[in-house]
């Protein structure tokens, strides 16, 4: 952990789990179940005394319950424990923490009590999804898109024409000079909720929209962390489904056995699939099949390495 600032939010894990339990709120369950998921999300942290950010994780997790008036009994005692207990501060103690800061530390508990003794019973009613958000993309789905110098239409601009390219000579407009293709090996729903996609890109792009017989065969793909995707940023990337094909879902885990995991974290802090886009000029994708060179995506030789033996379907 190593010791950080005096704030509650001064470290990665708070910071990382305050996004965590805003997103689990959005949730329609109750606050007992909240909890329940908020647990399983860092189970170790969670559930285990010894750990350096044990008290960190009921703090945070309490704060955020308190801020959005959120009442639950298990939270507000093992938070009121850690501070009156003295838990918190020993831990940061032993961390190193040097006894001015302890004392700054002390006066953010002392004012996180006085929100959680405040939230004895819920305060307002929470906005939650009312049903799991829908899945606009299947594993399998081939889909192209427009590219500029390799860079995707940025989603959070409201057109394409308001989006802003940073070329070698400045800021410029937006204009498509290429293709690029994505095909999603995974997707799911985090908590059955919260929808998220993971997809291998094409690494380089073409300079004629790809069908989908010219993306079989060999060229480089990149695989991509997951990511969220709206259907408004489904629409604004112009992102245009033009097959299936069979993927393998044991084959694409072997051939990435570290790279890939769920995309919960993807979907909790709403990362979009659109920061993973972008492609490279033709001739300049650099081959790193097995994901071992360091500060490089891995990638695939042929998209085929990871398909069933069926044919795809236009």
Known sequence: MGVFGTGLYSGDLAMDLRSTVRAVLRLPFDAEKL???????????????????????????ADQFAKKGVANDRVREKALAIIDGGTDIAALERLGMKEADLRKRQQVLDNLRARIVATALPVESRKVIRKPQPLLMDVGDVL????????????????????????????????????????????GRAFEFLAWYRGAVLAETRSEKPTAESLLGGMLWV???????????????????????????????????????SGVSAAVQDISIANGLKSVAPGTAIPNPDGHAKGRSATLFDIEEVLRNTPFKP
């Open 35 to 61: 909890v329940d998921i908020l647990s399983a999300t860092e189970p170790t942290t969670a559930n285990d005394p010894a750990d350096d950010e044990h008290t960190t994780f009921w703090l945070v997790v």
């Open 144 to 187: 192209v898109y427009p590219t500029c110098d390799g860079t995707n239409i940025n989603p959070y601009f409201p057109s394409k024409e308001q989006n802003v390219h940073y070329s070698k000579n400045g800021r410029v407009p937006w204009q498509q000079n290429g293709w690029g293709a994505i095909v999603i090996l995974d997707c």
């Open 223 to 261: 695989l991509r962390s997951p990511g969220t995707c709206s259907a408004s940023h489904l629409k604004r990337m112009e992102l245009e489904k033009i097959a299936i094909v069979p993927i393998d879902r044991a084959k694409a885990q072997a051939v990435f056995p570290s790279r890939f995991g």
